[in-house]
Each structure stands twice: as C-alpha cells, then as structure tokens.
C-alpha cells in the first residue's frame, strides 16, 4: 500500500480518538473490572496513575500537533491540499514517542518509593506500555514504515513475539480473569463485524473516499483476526489447567 498524507491522517485521527476515549473511561473500565475480581486495577493509586498517563500522553499529542501544524479534528480528503507532508506526520509521531518515553522514564526513575508510590508508577506504565502496543500494531495494519514514526526500538519484535507475551501474562491471571478478557475480545469482534456490516456509522465523520473506505474495512478485519487470535491463545491457557 502506498503510504501518502491522507494515510497517515487517518492512522493518527483513529489512534488519538482512541486515546481520548481510553482517558475518559478509566475509571469505568477498570474500576467495574475491579469490583469483579481482586486485581491490580482495584488499587485508587493504579488508577490514579492511569489517569495521570492519559492525560500527559494527549498533552504531549495536542502541543506537538500545533506546533508541527498537524489538525488532528479535522478531516480532509485524500487530495486535499491542506493536508500536511508524509516528513511532517512523520515527526510528529517521532517527537510525540520521544516525549511519551521520556516523560515515563521520569516517573519511574525515582527511588525509595513508598507502595502507593509503586502502585502510581505501575499504573503509569501500564498506560505506557499499552499506547506503544496500540500503535505499533496500528502501523502494522495501515503498513506504515515503523522507523520513520520512531517505533524502531519497540521492546517486542513483531506479533508473534506480541502474542507469546499474552500467553504468558494470562499463565498467572485467574480462569475468572481469562473468562472477562475472552468475552472483552468477542465483544471487540461483534463491534468490527457490525462496522463491517454499516460502515457508513463510522465513517460519516469523514469524507467517504473508496480507498479510504476500503483500507478501513481491511483494518477492522484485522483487527477481528487479531482479536481471535487472542481468543485462541486465552482458551488454549485454560485448557492447559485441566
């Protein structure tokens, strides 16, 4: 796929929406999460430094959108001239990682830390960790060359290694926590197949240009195989235990 300026607008208006949407909901997400199970996420200080991660990621994201001239609300067509250079989105994404990474290595830098301070921290990276994954996986779909954006010294070498990683946290999760994330990942796939089924739901916010249109659908697709994926991979632990 030829990778233009109206690529990367879509790639970085769908991760930033995601992003705002993951930062309003913290405590909603991960607090019902909570009252289910005794779990990290039950912890105020975890929470607090969720919070906290989100809100100076979209910080990070917004200024360095001004002040590299990148509209992240508005929506332009493929041949639009007010779209902004592929160097320009490009380092943008660079400065934005740049200072996401910086801004946790901070966080977690500082030593005799109390346990509420570990839990705070813990929670930051969380946030951390889980904006890298996103993204990183994110480009892979959109094909976007992963060392231009700043992701080449991601900690995981592809979506295989990625995949080995869940089995391996989900080996010391409760079958009670396996059960949630499978049912979390079928609702994920019921909301792309219902995407699939109606994209104009989605995208009516854009203008609906046929390549867009069907890079789109290719990525919910992916997205519905990637999620299966882990489906197989969380009952394959399960079936392990017995």
């Known amino acids: 796929m030829k990778i233009t300026p109206f690529t990367y607008q879509c790639f970085i208006g769908d991760l930033v929406d995601l992003l705002r949407h993951e930062a ?8 019902k999460r909570s009252s289910k199970s005794k779990t990290e996420f039950s912890n105020a200080k975890f929470l607090d430094g969720m ?3 989100y809100t100076k990621a ?41 200072k996401i990474e910086a801004e946790s290595d901070d966080i977690l830098s500082s030593d005799n830390k109390t346990q509420e301070e570990e839990d705070y921290q813990t929670g930051h ?32 070498l592809g979506y295989s290694a990625f995949l080995d990683g869940c089995e391996e946290n989900y080996k010391e999760k409760s079958d009670k926590e ?4 499978i049912n979390s990942h079928k ?19 854009y203008k609906t240009h046929s390549k ?19 489906i197989d991979i969380l009952e394959g632990v399960l079936r392990n235990r017995k």
Not at 24 to 31: A, H, I, L, P
Not at 187 to 205: A, F, G, M, S, V
Not at 212 to 230: F, H, P, S, V
Request: hydrophobic residues 30%; glycine residues 2%; negative net charge.
């Open 58 to 98: 979209i910080e990070i994201w917004e200024s360095e959108a001004k002040a590299q001239q990148i509209p992240l609300d508005v929506r332009f067509e493929e041949d639009s001239e007010m779209l902004p250079s592929t160097e320009q989105y490009e380092t943008y994404m660079r400065n934005c990682h740049k």
């Open 212 to 230: 867009y249109r069907n890079d789109t659908l290719k990525k919910w697709a992916k997205g519905i195989q990637r999620a299966e994926d882990q």
């Open 51 to 53: 919070e906290d991660a």
């Open 178 to 181: 396996i059960y949630e994330s």
């Open 24 to 31: 309003s909901n913290v405590r909603e997400n991960y607090g």
């Open 125 to 156: 990276f969380f946030v951390y960790e889980n904006i890298l994954k996103t993204t990183y996986l994110d480009a892979k779909i959109w094909e976007l060359p992963l060392k231009a954006i700043g992701l080449q010294d991601v900690t995981f």
């Open 187 to 205: 609702k994920n796939i019921e909301k792309h197949e219902n995407l699939i089924r109606d994209p104009e739901t989605y995208l009516k916010k």
